[in-house]
């Protein structure tokens, strides 16, 4: 299995620091990432609405769905840090393929529902501040996919710059919403203390806490803390650990202050005044002015939520990657990849604005949060599971009162999030002119997610998980061959990459050579630290290829065969030439996985580029299908 947002993997060096506080400097960043996940436009909504009716009542439940999302967010960085694997890899090993299939697609969904809302809040932004119509607002939007690429490409700590840049920018801006707004202090500090003035106050509340915690910022986080390169021992792992916990302490309670601001701003400039039903973003917006008396309020608000969208589609995107490469293990070009995620998105959007019109863009953020809420308990289950597992996690599992905790908290999220889906689809079904649809397709799927989520809560514990083998390929090292009796090459270069399609190489190649000949493996390690550091890089994939690549030696040596092995470091089409060059062999046997035409522009190509390189001939097998 690859690495987690391999091209960042193990990026940045935290050891060597020459003082205490810039090695914690060192592990700040991933959990500003995640912060901006929990002050999204898709919390926009709620926060004004429980502001508007219920003045400073409700700040308490902001304050209570803060301290579960720094235990889970806390218990994700755990997962990334102890096993080196994102929550989606994690699951992956442990479920079967079918539900991994399953989980993924939900996975993905709730990640187009939550780009969708940061690209309609983006959209909402523009449009309030420039006057840009909002369907071209969400077609600006596309831009921000190549503006990932680019910080990416400039390394992890210049997006985690970028984003913290944008986070200071949505917190000057409340800053100063609140010197305008002249919030009630006591009135603020009485917030705090838990109340429920009324029912319809508890539904807000769940709204709030529905919209609190994201299913993506799971698997974000769990990545994350993988771009740091630490010491791998129990002193470093558990150093690790407790820095990365003060990172998620501040940037989580950032994104409280965030959220609380703006319920503040709505209960000290609409409560106040007697507007209790505004719940619209755009209507906010438009009372800001009049009610506070400066024209700078609704503008700090536009540029405040333009923020907030472009930096949480930023990390929406990246947990779109997340999922693909690690629930299929499915590896294709960054840029192809971040488009397609965010055409997901954006395409609904584009087709509802055009048919119904700019003023369907509220329900189009409800809708968001509902099939959010429906994905929330299949990312934090499995995670509680696999940080609660002693095997999985060698050591640093959880303490059982975290454990006792952390399900408290689950059963909390997930009850309050079912009741908000339940509510929806009675309210779809009372108002529906045809509710006869609905009961054949919706709730039917929404019975079969409850199976679901039941099975992912009891198969752990009634079930071994399959074997956790620290590996990035699909192969299981059982190769078949056949042998012949005339041969003509006596010295043969076989590429290898652990996957699949190393059977029909190594397989072809014996039929070149036979049991007399000799042969060289070769496998070149692509890591970012490779590009960076060749022969002299010290990281987890190296050591894993070299592991891999010596039981390939000790197996086929063990069948009679002469093996020699050869790792190299960096690019396999710049690489694999200077090693078959400077070698004495007959002929290279490439195996291939197949690709042609508009595959080959997806997945990338190493044999067009390798061919013109070598002196040799260049024998090519495709892999068998």
């Known amino acids: 299995m690859s690495k987690s947002l391999e091209e960042v993997n193990q990026s940045v060096h935290t050891q060597n620091k020459s003082s205490v506080f810039r090695k914690i400097l060192a592990f700040f960043g991933p959990a500003y990432l995640v912060s901006v996940g929990y002050m999204d436009p898709g919390n926009w909504a709620t926060d004004i609405a429980g502001g508007s009716q219920f003045g400073y009542a409700l700040l308490w439940v902001l304050l209570m769905s803060n301290l579960m999302a720094l235990l889970l967010q806390s218990l994700s960085a755990r997962l990334g840090i102890v096993t080196q694997r994102d929550l989606a890899q994690a699951s992956r090993e442990t479920y079967s393929k079918f539900i991994n299939y399953i989980l993924y697609i ?155 601001a703006i319920l503040i701003l709505a209960a000290a400039t609409f409560h106040r005044n007697g507007m209790f039903e505004v ?50 293990n499915l590896r294709i070009q960054p840029w192809v990849r971040r488009i397609i995620t965010r055409l997901i998105a954006i395409v609904p959007a584009v087709i509802v604005i055009l048919i119904y019109g700019e003023s369907v863009t509220g329900k189009l953020l409800i809708l968001s949060q509902v099939i959010l809420s429906l994905q929330l308990g299949f990312a934090i289950i499995p995670l509680i599971h696999f940080v609660s597992d002693k095997t999985k996690m060698k050591g640093f599992h959880i303490s059982r009162l975290t454990q006792v905790t952390a399900w408290i908290i689950a059963s909390i999220i997930v009850s309050l999030n079912g009741k908000l889906v339940f ?17 054949i397709t919706v709730v039917p799927l929404a019975i079969a997610f409850l199976v679901l989520l039941l099975y992912i809560v009891v198969k752990p514990f009634v079930a071994k998980a399959k074997s956790n083998i620290q590996n990035h390929s699909p192969h299981n090292l059982s190769l078949h061959f056949s042998v012949k009796e005339t041969y003509s090459k006596k010295n043969i270069a076989i590429t290898v990459d652990f996957s699949n399609a190393d059977e029909a190489a190594i397989n072809s190649a014996f039929e070149l050579g036979g049991i007399d000949a000799n042969y060289t493996l070769i496998h070149v390690v692509e890591t970012v630290g490779a590009h960076m550091y060749g022969q002299n890089v010290d990281d987890h994939e190296t050591t894993i290829d070299e592991k891999l690549l010596l039981e390939y030696k000790e197996m086929l040596m063990a069948k009679g065969f002469k093996i020699h092995t050869e790792l190299g470091f960096g690019k396999p089409n710049n690489i694999i ?27 990338g190509t190493t044999v067009d580029k390798l061919r013109h390189k070598i002196s040799i001939p260049l024998f090519i097998v495709k892999k068998s299908k």
């Open 279 to 328: 719940a619209e973003i755009q209507d906010a917006h438009k009372f800001l002015e009049p009610l506070l008396g400066t024209k700078w309020a609704p503008i700090l608000f536009a540029v405040a939520l333009i923020a907030a969208g472009q930096s949480s589609t930023i990390t929406g995107t990246l947990a779109g990657q997340i999922v693909m490469e690690g629930y299929l």
């Open 577 to 603: 030439p200077i090693i078959v060059n400077k070698g004495n062999f007959d002929i290279l046997v490439m195996g291939t996985h197949g690709h042609t035409g508009f595959k080959d522009l997806i997945f």
């Open 423 to 439: 509510d929806e689809i009675s309210g779809w079904l009372a108002a529906s002119d045809n509710p006869i649809v609905l009961w």
């Open 106 to 260: 939900l996975a993905e969904v709730a990640i187009a529902a939550c780009d969708l809302a940061e690209v309609l809040g983006m959209a909402i932004g523009i449009n309030l501040l420039f006057d840009i119509p909002l369907i071209e607002g969400v077609l600006i939007t596309v831009l921000d996919t190549f503006l990932l690429l680019f910080l990416i490409n400039k390394g992890i700590r210049k997006m985690e710059a970028f984003i913290i840049v944008l986070v200071a920018i949505i917190g000057f801006s409340f800053v100063f919403e609140m010197i305008f707004a002249e919030p009630e202090l006591d009135k603020v500090l009485y917030g705090l203390i838990p109340s429920l003035p009324n029912s319809a106050a508890l539904y807000i509340a769940i709204g709030i806490i529905g919209a609190t915690v994201m299913p993506h910022n799971l698997y974000l986080h769990s990545s994350l803390v993988q771009t740091r390169k630490f010491d791998r021992s129990p002193a470093g792992i558990k150093q690790a650990l407790k820095y990365n916990f003060i990172d998620s302490t501040i940037a989580l309670n950032l994104a409280f202050f965030v959220n609380a």
